[in-house]
T-cell receptor, first 114, second 114 residues
Framework: DSGVTQTPKHLITATGQRVTLRCSPRSGDLSVYWYQQSLDQGLQFLIQYYNGEERAKGNILERFSAQQFPDLHSELNLSSLELGDSALYFC?????????????FGPGTRLTVL | GDSVTQMEGPVTLSEEACLTINCTYTATGYPSLFWYVQYPGEGLQLLLKATKADDKGSNKGFEATYRKETTSFHLEKGSVQVSDSAVYFCALSDASGGSYIPTFGRGTSLIVHP
């Protein structure tokens, strides 16, 4: 158990809908990362937050947004969903988000868009 | 931008065989290097890391050496077990505009037969 929790575990929805994925980092970790894992694209970094502020952006679509709240939990919002958004979404946390920091991954949320 | 290239899998071995999974990278800065492992149905977890040239990371019988001259970080194990069956990800963390962007390889599946 990494100490990172993600809800829900599974999500099935329809094209055009909007969903929210939730992540609680390990106790004491200030940095949260979001990733998308799919068979064709591999593991893609989406976005990083550090202590409530956006720190780095990766391959995140404009239809996707995220935030980190004062209690350090984070939410990833996916809107106008398309079939191609079906994937595993991982959240990870680290102490400070610096170059050498290990990331601790949650179990993931499997999103299926029908 | 930065990139990580791993050998394609699956790699299929018999128990007690030697393992090498190749990983090479391109980076604009001086990255830290990581190997993560993902067991079926779980999130990624750190296997080992190295933060500067010639450093050797090791854990659970696995090891990898940071080779700056060949931009490589190959994962090795002398004798694999069935329980090592998993997907292995090579990753780097590099500075970009004041933050540290994680980049992952596509993963290499390892299957170990008794």
């Amino acid at each position: 158990d990494s100490g990172v929790t993600q809800t829900p575990k599974h999500l099935i929805t329809a094209t055009g809908q909007r969903v929210t994925l939730r992540c609680s980092p390990r106790s004491g970790d200030l940095s949260v990362y979001w990733y998308q894992q799919s068979l064709d694209q591999g593991l893609q970094f989406l976005i990083q937050y550090y202590n409530g502020e956006e720190r780095a952006k990766g391959n995140i679509l404009e239809r996707f947004s995220a935030q980190q709240f004062p209690d350090l939990h984070s939410e990833l919002n996916l809107s106008s969903l398309e079939l191609g958004d079906s994937a595993l979404y991982f959240c990870a946390s680290s102490v400070a988000g610096t170059k050498n920091n290990e990331q601790f991954f949650g179990p993931g949320t499997r999103l299926t868009v029908l | 931008g930065d990139s990580v290239t791993q050998m394609e899998g699956p790699v299929t071995l018999s128990e007690e065989a030697c393992l090498t999974i190749n990983c090479t990278y391109t980076a604009t800065g001086y990255p830290s290097l990581f190997w993560y492992v993902q067991y079926p149905g779980e999130g990624l977890q750190l296997l080992l890391k190295a933060t500067k040239a010639d450093d050797k990371g090791s854990n659970k019988g696995f090891e990898a050496t940071y080779r700056k001259e060949t931009t490589s970080f190959h994962l090795e194990k002398g004798s694999v077990q069935v329980s090592d069956s998993a997907v292995y990800f090579c990753a780097l963390s590099d500075a970009s505009g004041g933050s540290y962007i994680p980049t992952f390889g596509r993963g290499t599946s390892l299957i170990v037969h008794p």
